[in-house]
């Protein structure tokens, strides 16, 4: 036992890392404690949601280990609640002992090109917010009706979604859960050739083996690694030596190097030692991308050669790293996009921590990892509240229901856990009466999903 007190937690982010949180804390011994996770999006699950490519039904799947964690009695669910605008830290530290924010990074990081602002350039996390139908999304993506060279800069795993995404066909996506105007919309996707760049060498890429492989299981897709900058220096061999997944990775790279195309539609191309250094314009619209030749310094990192070349691309997706939004009210570390922490404690500019405030997931380490990851993260800030609750002060109010109370007072139309397995019935239900049958159809409209939700 802790503390003798019955303890209110709220989790500020509903997706994977607030959610393991909050399985954690209601499962530390000797705890009695009940937790409400808030989200802005009226649905849980976060990234699961809204960023993990409709046709990674796979990874989606985490989802239903996340329905367990909140079938939980002293979880609850509050959705489609503002953190700034619907409530602020000093409401919520009225109702709860401590607050953790897991608000993740759903923006793209700045790329500092000239040419960045072109009509056809596009940030990767705003084309993956509209295919995962995500209600702030414009309902219509801006294609360009003579884009079949496009460019995808960054060699992680969100440039492999949305180069698969943009190389696939609107009907092969049509098996999965994207709503009509995704389906409508990909429909003007005139690309033939994705041309994805990575600034350094194969033994630096950020994708993961599976992602990879999976890339040629595409009957319209070959994909194509070229030869030029294919190179591995000292850093590299270091590199491939210390890590098996990225040994896999390479491996799954030279048998796409070996490989003949086999003619299909489209085609994803891998070009290394290319810095993307500017994007080229004309009438204000992309007609391409130049990129400064690199090669490998010995350590893995890249010098420029001075040697320059222009690909005539139409439209160019940057997907180069997610940033985190800027809570109201909280410090910000706007050189790495986190919280400023210890590991847990959200520590103010001063670098004391702010009593009873916390961060997991990639809102306190920074976007990278994947899904499992933030599990270990949680326990590390978990741990640090639990040890921390003997000498937090009691919140004012302590009955659990105050909260839905000022939630109401506020006007706020929050949504629940029992709305949302509202919402995912409807939204089962209108992937079963389909034209096109499959196991659900997004609903996109924020008020819609709302109304639906409050039944
Ligand atoms: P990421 O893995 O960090 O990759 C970012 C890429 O952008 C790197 O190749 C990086 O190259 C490059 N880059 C950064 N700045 C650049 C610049 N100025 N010019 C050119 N290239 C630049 O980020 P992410 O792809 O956004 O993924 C975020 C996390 O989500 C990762 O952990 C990822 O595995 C995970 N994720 C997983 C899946 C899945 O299906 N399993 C799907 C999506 C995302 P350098 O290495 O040279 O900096």
Redesign the pocket.
Known sequence: MTVDRKVRVAVVGAGPAGVYAADILTKTEGLDVTVDILDRDPTPFG?IRY???PD?PR?KEIIKALKRVMANDDIRFFGNVNFGTDIKLEDLKGFYDAVVFATGARRD?D???PGVDLDGSYG??DFVYWYDGHPDAPREWDFQPHAKQVAV?????????VARILAKTADELLVTEIPDNVYEGLKKNVTTDVHV????GPA?????P??LRELSHSPTIDVVVHPEGYEFDHGSMEALAAAKSQKLVVKVLGDYLAKEPSGAPHRIHIHFCQ??VEILGEDGKVVGLRTEITELDGTGN?RGTGQFKDWPVQAVYR????YSDNLPGLPFDANTGVLPNDGGHVLDIDGTPIEGVYATGWIKRG?????G?TKSDAAQTIKMLVEDLPKLPAPEVSEREAFDRHLDSRGVEYTTWEGWERLDAHEESLGANDAHPRERKKVVPRDEMVSIARG
């Open positions: 990234l960023g993990v490519a990674h990874i990081r790329l500092q090109i990767a996390a800069l960054g060699v992680g795993n969100v440039g492999l979604d760049f990575a600034r350094r630096q890429v950020k994708f993961t599976m992602e810095n993307p890249v997907a180069i790293g997610y976007p990278v990892g994947l899904i990851h």
